[in-house]
């Protein structure tokens, strides 16, 4: 059974920092990619950053130079640090898998979702 479970959200403040981790069970494929998605209130779930198993990443324009995706195969665990927090960071975040390893920022491609992270920026 696959989980992954989300952890390290909380609130700061705009130009703040706060770093996101994702740890996976149950999930083991050789060629996989982690995602970061986010979604706020009255707005469609989008992709933050992608990590592929072997370290290929990608990431959001809205994100690029702020946001850092990373991975410890050894501990199955993704990581999101977040800098130069904004406002309009604000969102829950999910930690996704996909096993087909596509980096594509489509939610319907990954298979196992975690319970999300409340990530709250204040001006």
């Known amino acids: 059974q696959v989980q992954l479970v989300e952890s390290g959200g909380g609130s700061a403040q705009s130009g703040g920092s706060l770093r996101l981790s994702c740890e996976a069970s149950?999930?083991?494929?050789?060629?996989?990619?982690m995602g970061w998605f986010r979604q706020a209130p009255g707005r469609e779930r989008e992709g933050v950053a992608l990590?592929?198993?072997?370290?290929?990443?990608r990431y959001a324009d809205s994100v690029k130079g702020r946001f850092t995706v990373s991975q410890d195969n050894a501990k199955n665990t993704v990581y999101l640090q977040m800098n130069s927090l904004k406002p309009e960071d604000t969102a829950m975040y999910y930690c996704?898998?996909?096993?087909?390893?596509?980096?594509?920022?489509?939610?319907?491609?990954?298979?196992?979702w975690g319970q999300g992270t409340q990530v709250t920026v204040s001006s």
């Open positions: 996704a898998a996909d096993p087909k390893g596509w980096l594509v920022f489509t939610p319907a491609n990954f298979d196992f």
């Open positions: 149950g999930f083991t494929y050789s060629s996989s990619a």
């Open positions: 990590i592929h198993r072997s370290g290929f990443t």
